[in-house]
């Protein structure tokens, strides 16, 4: 293959680069190295690069929010949205399990009672 001396430049260029590569486990994104240092695992989820607004108004005017932080607002209110749902649901599933419970219990003491009862002398010696 025939390299002309521009070319040959680039080429040394990306194998110089390429070296640098590395997909290691190190060198990696770990989670787990962040969670001992008590960091997040994802460095962006939170803090203040992504809270806070990118800019301000030098006369203190409210900076509108972003579109990204738009969406996390959605986000976390369909997140709110969903546990106050589900919280309904345990509450209302306790409250059945609660309510079977007792009918149980009424049905059972409807079958003691309703059982045959000693009759003549055996009633007689109590």
Same mark, same amino acid.
């Given at each position: 293959?025939?390299? +002309? =001396? ?15 590569? +590395?997909?290691?486990?190190? %060198?990696?994104?770990? @989670? *787990?190295?962040?969670? +001992? $240092? ?11 690069? %992504? ?6 108004? $030098? ?6 929010? @972003?579109?990204?932080?738009?969406? =996390?607002?959605?986000?976390?209110? *369909?997140? %709110?949205?969903? !546990? !106050?749902?589900? +919280?309904?649901?345990?509450?209302? !599933?306790? !409250? ?8 149980? =219990?009424?049905?059972k003491l409807l079958e003691e ?5 000693? =009759? @003549? ?6």
């Amino acid at each position: 293959m025939l390299v +002309s =001396k521009g070319n040959l430049i680039w080429v040394n260029a990306i194998r110089r680069q390429s070296q640098k590569f +590395s997909t290691c486990k190190v %060198t990696c994104f770990d @989670g *787990e190295w962040r969670k +001992s $240092l008590g960091l997040p695992e994802n460095p962006n989820a939170y803090g203040a690069l %992504t809270d806070l607004p990118d800019f301000t108004y $030098l006369d203190g005017r409210p900076t509108p929010p @972003g579109r990204n932080l738009m969406k =996390k607002r959605e986000r976390h209110r *369909e997140l %709110t949205r969903n !546990i !106050i749902e589900m +919280s309904k649901q345990m509450d209302e !599933i306790g !409250i059945m399990n609660r309510n079977k419970e007792l009918a149980a =219990k009424e049905a059972k003491l409807l079958e003691e009672r309703s059982l045959l009862k000693p =009759k @003549g002398n055996a009633l007689r010696k109590k």
